[in-house]
């Protein structure tokens, strides 16, 4: 992921890799940011896709392009989810949370939601 973000933080040698796969996370970060650091077959696949993301993926497949912009789509299903319940109460898997912010300051947890540099989940508690 370093050279998709080599100009807001500088690079080296790592930042003239090409990538095969990337696992977009964040919002608000456009195809051209990804493109120029991708392998000729390089995939970004975009796990919250938005009308952009979605106009992309199209454009790239309507023009046969080898980079591809794939949006992951998702549906719950109800065995799925009582498994991941399972999971949870036996301990196996938690949620990492960044910080907690009183109700009175979720302007704070706002801004550092929208910083883009959260490492967990934000927690707004009354």
Not at 20 to 27: L, Y
Not at 106 to 121: F, L
């Given at each position: 992921?370093?050279?998709?973000?080599?100009?807001?933080?500088?690079?080296?040698?790592?930042?003239?890799?090409?990538?095969?796969?990337?696992?977009?996370?964040?919002?608000?970060?456009?195809?051209?940011?990804?493109?120029?650091?991708?392998?000729?077959?390089?995939?970004?696949?975009?796990?919250?896709?938005?009308?952009?993301?979605?106009?992309?993926?199209?454009l790239k497949k309507l023009t046969f392009s080898?980079?591809?912009?794939?949006?992951?789509?998702?549906?719950?299903?109800?065995?799925?989810?009582?498994?991941?319940?399972?999971?949870?109460?036996?301990?196996?898997?938690?949620?990492?949370?960044?910080?907690?912010?009183?109700?009175?300051?979720?302007?704070?947890?706002?801004?550092?939601?929208?910083?883009?540099?959260?490492?967990?989940?934000?927690?707004?508690?009354?």
């Open positions: 992921m370093r050279a998709v973000w080599f100009e807001r933080y500088g690079g080296g040698h790592e930042a003239l890799k090409k990538y095969d796969a990337v696992i977009h996370c964040a919002t608000g970060i456009p195809w051209s940011t990804f493109e120029p650091n991708l392998s000729d077959s390089g995939k970004v696949i975009d796990i919250t896709p938005g009308p952009s993301a979605m106009l992309t993926f199209a080898k980079k591809q912009l794939v949006p992951l789509l998702l549906v719950p299903k109800k065995e799925n989810l009582e498994y991941l319940v399972k999971l949870v109460k036996e301990g196996k898997v938690k949620t990492i949370v960044d910080s907690k912010h009183p109700l009175s300051k979720a302007e704070d947890a706002w801004a550092k939601s929208i910083s883009g540099h959260a490492t967990g989940k934000i927690v707004i508690e009354p």
